[in-house]
């Protein structure tokens, strides 16, 4: 299909315009790869006042004693194994050298409950042979073409049942502590798959190394500098909140919450998963129903990080700990900043929540929370006296209109031709790109790496010939077979 007006050099002869929404890792990919394609009058447009999105830092600590830490993405997930794929977001951490950690989440961890110190290692050994169980059959049911189920069903089948503190809370750390949801919540082959492409190196993968950034810059870092390398500052729209987003076959205009319109030929949209599901930007046009559906159909969850310090640390010398409680997902997961690896005497130690939890601490006010954190400490260590914490914070990633949650996860009534709809462009001018968008990696930065690249490159090809009709959408997602009733 190439439609009127497509031709973008041909009526006023100025060069194809692209505005980029959104400065996380997709855009700041995607204008690189304009870039490099000799594509230069694009504008990246962010509503915050620098570049980096989800990778977000924040300083922590009581005066004198703070220190830089991640309230977003913490880890390069999966590195490279020999001379094998590398993960992209790796390659980017070395070239900018950037300070990272290797994390030793199943080697440097004791067990608790409510209790204290309980060695529950088997069961947790137990449940790692489960979760990779899972992985191998959700393979044989894609190979036999079986329909998706959900995570919880698809443990059943292969005979693991949580049913007490401890196996739930083994279960918790080695599901929803990544996809941020429940099994119950989750496509057993996709989240399969998410662990595959992503730590199985006989499935592509980088490898199963998980490298935490430390550097004081922030994780941030790595993207700013590739950015500082091509972008100018004419190319960037800093403090600029996207309100509209209207697309017709010649050409977009963006509203700002200054009233400002923003005109061009070209949109490409990296919002988060949230803010599409949210209406925090309105489409003019409406998008199409397959456009609609696919954004209600894949989930967004969240990753709350809670962090704490103290006078200085009672707790466990180990770089992780798992507490388990009676009810699923309550302070599970522990990591002591305060380590030798890590920030040694900085007397900081983090908890993580997930899922529908993050959503109900978010609800609650930070001191109600600190109360019921401090209580689970002190059930960790009976003998220990928990003093007051000189600090105490966590981000709110749910409730923030420019996130609405922190990363996407791949519920089991998600299709195919759903995803293929997510990332399909609306109308020849309207493009979209980010983490959510990857059928591979969604949810992990090298996923919103991977889409800025490839859908930039496919941009830039129509754009380069003369116009085009983009990727190909699915306008209505039906059953493989009809229901018998
Ligand atoms: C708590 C947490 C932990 C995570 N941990 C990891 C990890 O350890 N490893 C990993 O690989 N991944 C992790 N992730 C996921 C990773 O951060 C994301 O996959 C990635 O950063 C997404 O990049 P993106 O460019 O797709 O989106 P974003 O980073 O969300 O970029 C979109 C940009 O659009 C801007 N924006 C939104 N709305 C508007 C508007 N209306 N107007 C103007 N601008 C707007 C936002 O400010 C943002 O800068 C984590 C994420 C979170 C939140
Ligand atoms: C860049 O795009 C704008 C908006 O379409 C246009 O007015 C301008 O002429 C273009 N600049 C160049 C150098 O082509
Ligand atoms: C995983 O599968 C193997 C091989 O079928 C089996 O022996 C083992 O008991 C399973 N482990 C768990 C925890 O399900
Ligand atoms: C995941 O990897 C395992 C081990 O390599 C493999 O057996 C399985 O088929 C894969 N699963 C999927 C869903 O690709
Ligand atoms: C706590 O104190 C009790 C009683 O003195 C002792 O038996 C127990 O081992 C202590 N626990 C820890 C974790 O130090």
Redesign the pocket.
């Known amino acids: 299909m190439r439609t009127a007006g497509a031709d973008t050099k041909a009526a ?6 692209v505005l980029i929404l959104g400065g996380g890792v997709a855009g700041v990919i995607a204008a690189r790869t304009l870039h490099e394609r000799g594509i ?2 694009f504008t990246i447009v962010e509503a915050h006042g620098e570049l980096g999105g989800r990778l977000h830092s924040e300083s922590f600590g009581a005066p004198g004693r703070q220190v830089t830490l991640e309230m977003g993405a913490n880890w390069v997930q999966g590195t490279q194994t020999g001379d094998g794929p590398a993960n992209p977001i790796w390659t980017l951490a070395q070239k900018h050298g950037l300070k990272t950690q290797f994390n030793d989440w199943f080697g440097s961890i004791l067990t608790f409950d409510k209790s204290g110190f309980v060695d529950y290692s088997d069961v947790f050994s137990t449940s790692e042979d489960a979760y990779e169980n899972l992985t191998v059959l959700a393979g044989a049911r894609v190979d036999q073409q079986l329909v998706d189920l959900t995570a919880r069903a698809g443990y059943s089948l292969v005979g693991a049942k949580s049913t007490d503190a401890h196996a739930m809370a083994s279960e918790y750390f080695q599901f929803d502590w990544e996809y941020a949801q429940t099994p119950d919540e989750s496509s057993w082959i996709a989240s399969s798959w998410g662990n595959n492409f992503t730590y199985d190196t006989d499935q592509g993968g980088f490898g199963d190394d998980n490298q935490m950034s430390i550097d004081q810059r922030g994780f941030k870092h790595l993207i700013q500098a590739e950015a500082a390398e091509f972008l100018q500052p004419h190319q960037t729209r800093f403090n600029a909140m996207v309100r509209r987003i209207a697309h017709r076959n010649d ?1 977009v205009s963006i509203t700002l919450d200054s009233g400002e319109v923003l ?3 070209y949109a490409l949209c990296t919002f988060s998963l949230g803010v599409l599901q949210h209406d925090d930007v309105t489409f003019e046009p409406a998008l199409p129903d397959w456009k609609q559906e696919a954004i209600q159909s894949m989930d967004m969850a969240t990753y709350t990080k809670i962090f704490l310090q103290f006078p200085e640390d009672f707790w466990f010398d180990t770089e992780m700990a798992l507490y388990a409680d009676e009810e699923r997902g309550r302070y599970p997961v522990w990591q002591s900043l305060d380590h030798v690896n890590f920030f040694p005497g900085s007397g900081i130690v983090f908890v993580t929540v997930t899922g529908d939890y993050s959503v109900r601490i978010e609800a609650l006010p930070d001191a109600q929370v600190q109360a019921e954190v401090l209580s689970v400490l002190q059930a960790m260590f009976p003998n220990a006296t928990v003093p007051a914490p000189s600090a105490f914070h966590f981000p709110r990633w749910h409730a923030d209109p420019l996130f609405r949650g922190s990363y996407s996860n791949w519920p089991p009534s998600f299709f195919g031709q759903h995803q293929r709809n997510l990332r399909a462009n609306v109308g020849p001018r309207l493009w979209f790109a980010g983490e959510a968008t990857s059928e591979k990696y969604f949810g992990f930065l090298h996923g919103a790496y991977f889409e800025g690249l490839e859908i930039a490159t496919a941009m830039a090809k129509c754009i380069k010939g003369g116009g085009c009709a983009g990727l190909e959408n699915f306008p209505q997602v039906k059953n493989a077979l009809p229901y018998m009733i």
Do not use: V, Y
Not at 12 to 17: D, F, I, L, M
């Open positions: 006023t002869g100025h060069q194809a315009s230069a009058n050409g005109h061009a030929d």
